[in-house]
């Protein structure tokens, strides 16, 4: 179905797996989160999270002469280039926003730099999204204030980080992870201890477990179903 792709598609692809699948695991909070306000919020996130994925998905198509639901849900999860700290299944609340924060902040560093694009379809893109993805950033900032402010929410937020930090070290590449790691340490006050970064080769149990619920009924359904 996808011919092989370059350098372009290979890193819209992982954007776009990214945010679909992070988009997911936001969503499987609605009506559990502790807050009423964050069944909303995270539901919110989650939405805008996969509309990002389905307009990364569309420009990827138009060179792979497929469709955004074929990227989306007819590779076999081998073939999605996700970062394997977006795949982890509904962690605890304090780990919830660990990832949220160390996330968003990765991908704000991405995301200015495909701002900067000389491919114009790929730098519009980016700057639209940015201009949604300002309010998961001050989502995110937001709830690590609330963490700080305690004694035991900043120990519970610092284990989370420090157990989060090799998945969330395979967000970027090189070339950006040292400004995120930068902007992170500068933020939380601390810096966690070194570690070799979970990469985008290295898919969690998880993956495969969300892959057959996300795509249960588009597998289900008989042969030509039109949607």
Request: charged content about 30%; proline content about 4%.
């Amino acid at each position: 179905m996808v011919r092989k792709a370059n350098s372009r598609t290979d890193l819209l692809l992982e954007i776009a797996d990214d945010e679909l699948i992070l988009g997911w695991r936001n969503s499987e909070w609605t009506g559990i989160a502790p807050f009423l306000e964050e069944d909303v919020a995270f539901s919110s996130i989650a939405q805008n999270e996969i509309g990002h994925a389905r307009a990364l998905y569309e420009l990827v198509a138009q060179e792979l002469g497929t469709t955004a639901d074929q990227l989306a849900f007819d590779r076999r999860p081998d073939d999605y280039r996700c970062a394997p700290l977006v795949e982890l299944r509904r962690l605890e609340w304090a780990r919830t926003i660990a990832r949220h924060y160390l996330y968003e902040t990765a991908d704000a560093v991405r995301i200015e730099a495909l701002k900067t694009s000389s491919d114009p379809g790929v730098a519009g893109l980016a700057a639209k999204i940015d201009r949604e993805e300002i309010y998961h950033r001050m989502h995110a900032e937001l709830w690590i204030d609330r963490l700080q402010a305690s004694d035991d929410g900043r120990r519970r937020l610092e284990e989370a980080v420090h157990e989060l930090w090799p998945y969330a070290l395979g967000v970027l590449d090189d070339d950006l992870r040292l400004e995120w790691s930068r902007r992170v340490t500068a933020r939380l006050g601390f810096t966690p201890d070194e570690a070799r970064p979970v990469t985008r080769a290295e898919h969690t149990n998880e993956l495969q477990e969300l892959w057959d619920e996300m795509t249960m009924v588009r597998r289900g359904a008989p042969a030509g179903t039109s949607w």
